[in-house]
T-cell receptor, first 109, second 115 residues
Framework: DAKTTQPNSMESNEEEPVHLPCNHS???????IHWYRQLPSQGPEYVIH???SNVNNRMASLAIAEDRKSSTLILHRATLRDAAVYYC??????????FGAGTILRVKS | EAEVAQSPRYKITEKSQAVAFWCDPI?????LYWYRQILGQGPELLVQ????????DSQLPKDRFSAERLKGVDSTLKIQPAELGDSAMYLC?????????????FGPGTRLTVL
C-alpha cells in the first residue's frame, strides 16, 4: 500500500489560512490524492481529491507538487468547526482507502 | 441530503457474547465498506462489497467476524464471540462505484465497548 507522511498535529488561528502538508514520495502514476477529515465523534468526511492539477472546491483547495511527491491541503479561512483530524490518502485502484494517523488540526479563537 | 445509516450507535457487551451491526448505504451505491477504528488511529478496512459480493476481506478476522450483504443493499457485520480487543468504532461507508476517484460517504459509526 502506498504511504503518506503527515505532521502529527498543527495549530491555527481562527479566520487565518491553514496549509496542511502531505508527503507521498512513492506515489504511482494512477494514484489519486484524497483528503478526508474526521470531526470529533463522527465518521470521516470527504474533503477533496486530485490527480495532477490543483483543485478547488467549496471546502478547500488542493495544491499538488509538479512531481506529485507531495501535496498541500489549504483551508482558506479556518473556523472552529474545521478542528478535526485530516487524513491524506493515496487512493489505489479498487477504491481502497488506507488511512494513516492523520494530522490533528487545532483552531484557536 | 442522502446519508449512510448505521445502528446501533452504541453497543456495550460482555466478552464471549455475539454482537451485530447494521448499515444502510446511500441508495444506489453499489460499493459498501466496513471499517474498524481503534481510538487514536485511522480507520482500517475490514471488508469491501461490490453489490452482494465480497471483493476484499483480507483484514477481516474470519474466525470471529462475518459480514454479509445478501441483496446488495444493506449489510450486517457480526462478531462472535466478542473479545476485549474488539472495543472500537465500527464505520460503514458507501460509494457509487469502485474507481479510485470515487469519494466514500461514511456513516456515524457504532461505538462498541466489550467488558
Amino acid at each position: 500500500d502506498a504511504k503518506t507522511t503527515q505532521p502529527n498535529s498543527m495549530e491555527s488561528n481562527e479566520e487565518e489560512p491553514v496549509h496542511l502538508p502531505c508527503n507521498h514520495s512513492t506515489i504511482s502514476g494512477t494514484d489519486y490524492i484524497h483528503w478526508y477529515r474526521q470531526l470529533p465523534s463522527q465518521g470521516p468526511e470527504y474533503v477533496i481529491h486530485g490527480l495532477t492539477s490543483n483543485v478547488n472546491n467549496r471546502m478547500a483547495s488542493l495544491a499538488i507538487a509538479e512531481d506529485r511527491k507531495s501535496s498541500t491541503l489549504i483551508l482558506h479561512r479556518a473556523t472552529l468547526r474545521d478542528a478535526a483530524v485530516y487524513y491524506c490518502i493515496l487512493k489505489e485502484m479498487g477504491n481502497k482507502l488506507v488511512f494513516g494517523a492523520g494530522t490533528i488540526l487545532r483552531v484557536k479563537s | 441530503e442522502a446519508e449512510v445509516a448505521q445502528s446501533p450507535r452504541y453497543k456495550i457487551t460482555e466478552k464471549s457474547q455475539a454482537v451485530a451491526f447494521w448499515c444502510d448505504p446511500i441508495s444506489g451505491h453499489a460499493t459498501l465498506y466496513w471499517y474498524r477504528q481503534i481510538l487514536g488511529q485511522g480507520p482500517e478496512l475490514l471488508v469491501q462489497f461490490q453489490d452482494e459480493s465480497v471483493v476484499d476481506d483480507s483484514q477481516l478476522p474470519k474466525d470471529r467476524f462475518s459480514a454479509e450483504r445478501l441483496k446488495g443493499v444493506d449489510s450486517t457485520l457480526k462478531i462472535q464471540p466478542a473479545e476485549l480487543g474488539d472495543s472500537a468504532m465500527y464505520l460503514c461507508a458507501s460509494s457509487s462505484a469502485g474507481f479510485s476517484y470515487n469519494e466514500q460517504f461514511f456513516g456515524p459509526g457504532t461505538r462498541l465497548t466489550v467488558l
